[in-house]
């Protein structure tokens, strides 16, 4: 952003990029105008169950290994009708699955997906933390979608108590990838919070 010139500015992360972006605006508050996070929970519950079923995830399983991560990776339109094609409530629109292949085409994103899930990357808590805190002079806004199996309203049911300086709102009758099942809602809420924002 500053090698474009650009010194204060509005987040917006989803899944993944919302650990990537909670550890950004945490490092970065000064140039943060609002931060707003989809499809990742903000709550951490520390259990052991919950960790460890956690670590049993087909993601975890695969990507630990980076050669087979990559091989995973090596058929983008493969990879991403096992992965979006199940966690979408609507079929997947043509043009954005297009798109997404073009971007995991890329040379070399086969293999640094597996970056993610290396074990130093995978408890970013203080972040996340901090977050929840919102001690931040900006507002943050919590996304969810409210049909998600990975992440169902009932985690979220503490929210108020434990993250009351974070808004939530959900994105009704979506599955975990939101922005492609009600793109409107998505783009409304966006909207609607960089407006109030700006007040």
């Known amino acids: ?26 490092d970065h508050p000064d140039h943060i105008l609002g931060y707003i996070r989809m499809e990742a929970d903000l709550i951490r519950n520390r259990s052991t169950a919950r960790i460890a079923n ?33 966690r979408l409530k609507k079929p997947f629109p043509k043009v954005d699955r297009d798109y997404l292949v073009y971007e995991f085409s890329r040379p070399g994103v086969a293999g640094r997906v ?24 900006f507002p943050v806004l919590q996304l969810q979608a409210d049909g998600d199996a990975a992440q169902p309203p009932s985690i979220f049911a503490d929210f108020a108590t434990k993250c009351p300086h974070v808004r939530i709102e959900w994105v009704k009758d979506a599955g ?10 998505v783009a409304d809420a966006i909207n609607r919070f960089v407006h109030e924002a700006r007040r």
């Open 54 to 86: 956690y670590l049993r995830k087909p993601q975890w399983v695969i990507f630990q290994s980076h050669w087979l991560g990559t091989q995973f990776m090596q058929d983008p339109g493969w990879s991403l009708d096992r992965v979006y094609g199940r």
């Open 1 to 26: 952003m500053a090698s474009l010139g650009i010194a204060k500015y509005y987040v917006v992360s989803h899944d993944w990029g919302a650990i990537i972006g909670s550890v950004m605006v945490a």
């Open 176 to 185: 975990h990838f939101d922005n492609f099942d009600q793109p409107g809602q």
């Open 114 to 137: 597996s970056s993610y899930f290396l074990n130093e990357n995978r408890d970013p808590d203080t972040a996340i933390g901090k977050i929840c805190a919102n001690n931040f002079p």
